[in-house]
């Protein structure tokens, strides 16, 4: 199957209230963890790309890896770009065969995250990419994007609903109180801001900062409106705990098959377990 806007799945996530995960991909071994575990659960699901990313695969290689992700998984597979930080760098995905792309204006002042949403929106709309926007600011750390946990603004619900309106995304990153990272305590979710605001758009609302958040919040969050979550650091965690194994265990070890493999498997139970608790599980 090619590469799918993320139009193809998240009307019915909000409708049958589940949600679909876009986790990270940052290298070939992300790449087949999340797609085996894609196909085992027969789940649709996004690959999040940060710019940080994207410097490190090349445009070519991430493209060509989604689809080959796409073609081996058989599930409906998004290639979305994650934290754009420009129109420009929006359009060179677009053009290098990414089918979905999130713009990052949320520490614009608001009528100019509005104005720059709309231009991407109009182009990537023509050209059947679906596009996310954020209102709010996440905290936390996300590759190239760094921001203090005291500088984290929750997002005003009258204005995410403007702003809907005004741009047309397909789905809307609000700031609600999770973060970047994994959580020192347990994070304090505003409910009540992703309440307000689903029941006023059409579209589903992102939860970014998936990692490491309880299940019991992940599911009431769902309930309300979240339709797309995202999740990285517990995969980087997971795959860099059972590399530092291997290594640690053995100091010959030299082929990079031996300790990425169980890097890679390691992946695939957390995107598996992930596809459950969001019941996207089926969903394909
Ligand atoms: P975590 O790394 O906290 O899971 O967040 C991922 C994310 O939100 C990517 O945009």
Not at 121 to 145: F, N, P, R, W, Y
Not at 147 to 153: F, I, N, Q, S, Y
Not at 262 to 270: F, I, K, L
């Amino acid at each position: 199957m090619p590469l799918v806007s993320m139009n193809e799945f998240l009307p019915k996530a909000k409708e049958k209230r589940f949600a679909v995960g876009q986790f990270n991909m940052n290298n070939l071994e992300f790449a087949q963890a999340i797609a085996q575990a894609a196909k085992e659960e027969n789940s649709p699901f996004i690959f999040g790309i940060s710019e940080g990313a994207l410097r490190y695969m090349g445009m070519e290689y991430t493209v060509a890896m989604a689809e080959a992700a796409a073609k081996t998984s058989g599930v409906p597979v998004a290639l979305h770009l994650d934290h754009g930080s420009s129109f420009d760098v929006a359009m060179q995905c677009i053009r290098g065969g990414f089918s979905s792309v999130m713009f990052d204006g949320s520490h614009y002042p608001f009528e100019e995250n509005v104005r720059l949403t709309k231009e991407i929106v109009k182009v990537a709309h023509a050209m059947g990419v679906s596009v996310e926007g954020e209102l709010g600011t996440i905290g936390g750390v996300e590759d190239d994007l760094v921001v203090d946990e005291a500088a984290a603004t929750l997002a005003k619900p009258e204005e995410a609903i403007r702003y809907y309106e005004e741009t047309g995304v397909d789905c809307v990153a609000i700031a609600v109180g999770t973060a970047h990272g994994m959580y020192k305590g347990e994070p304090r979710i505003h409910f009540d801001i992703i309440e307000e605001v689903s029941k006023a758009i059409p579209v589903p609302i992102v939860l970014h900062g998936g990692s490491g958040v309880p299940d019991d919040m992940i599911q009431r969050s769902i309930e309300l409106g979240v339709g797309k979550i995202n999740v990285n650091t517990e995969n980087q965690v997971v795959c860099t705990a059972a590399v530092r194994e291997v290594l640690n265990n053995d100091d010959n070890v030299i082929d990079p098959r031996k300790y990425l493999g169980p890097g890679r498997e390691a992946m695939v139970e957390v995107v598996r377990s992930k596809m459950r608790l969001f019941g996207s599980n089926n969903q394909a």
